[in-house]
């Protein structure tokens, strides 16, 4: 039994270092489900392209996430379940569709979608051990966000939900 400390020891250390964000990281909570991003990360991408983006944006008196009480006073227990349904609908629905013809701009698409994907795999893993459950409110909030997007034509859709990703980020920092 001499090896058992020493395995003991590098167990808990593998274990305390997979408990820790990566470098730039932050865990956020969002109800029972934790999530580490580089949210710094993912801003100064979006910082670089936001006004490219937004100038292709020609609906401007129209929001998708920011139609009342979109993501207003989200019930913490419903913060896992719309979260992973905001990053799986920004994977799945809008950078799929945000291509442009500056490839710098392109790249910091590619970068942020990369990011989320991570993240909506981590909160994927989280539902399916059943610690993310869908609450009425949650599922209400998103069918609306999806029925803002789904009113546009898909590139212009998913160029003014990419234009309005700040609303997105500042709205899961404060969920933090």
Not at 44 to 52: E, H, L, P, Q, R
Not at 142 to 165: C, H, P, R, W
Request: glycine residues 4%; proline residues 3%.
């Amino acid at each position: 039994m001499r090896g058992s400390p020493l395995l003991l020891c590098l167990f808990s250390t593998s274990c305390w270092v997979n408990l820790m964000p990566t470098a730039g990281n932050k865990i956020f909570h969002f109800g029972p489900c934790r999530v580490s991003m580089s949210m710094a990360e993912i801003r100064a991408g979006f910082s670089a392209i936001k006004a490219n983006i937004q100038s292709r944006d020609p609906i401007r008196s129209l929001s998708i996430l920011s139609h009342p009480h979109s993501l207003h006073k989200v019930k913490s227990s419903d913060r896992c379940c719309i979260t992973h349904q905001l990053l799986s609908f920004y994977v799945d629905k809008v950078f799929r569709h945000c291509r442009t013809e500056d490839s710098f701009v392109n790249r910091k698409i590619s970068s942020i979608a990369n990011s989320f994907l991570s993240a909506s795999r981590e909160l994927g893993q989280c539902r399916e051990q059943n610690n993310c459950v869908c609450g009425e409110e949650s599922t209400e909030k998103f069918k609306q966000i999806l029925a803002n997007y789904e009113g546009l034509d898909v590139t212009s859709a998913a160029m003014k939900s990419l234009g309005e990703l700040d609303i997105l980020l500042d709205w899961m920092e404060k969920s933090r």
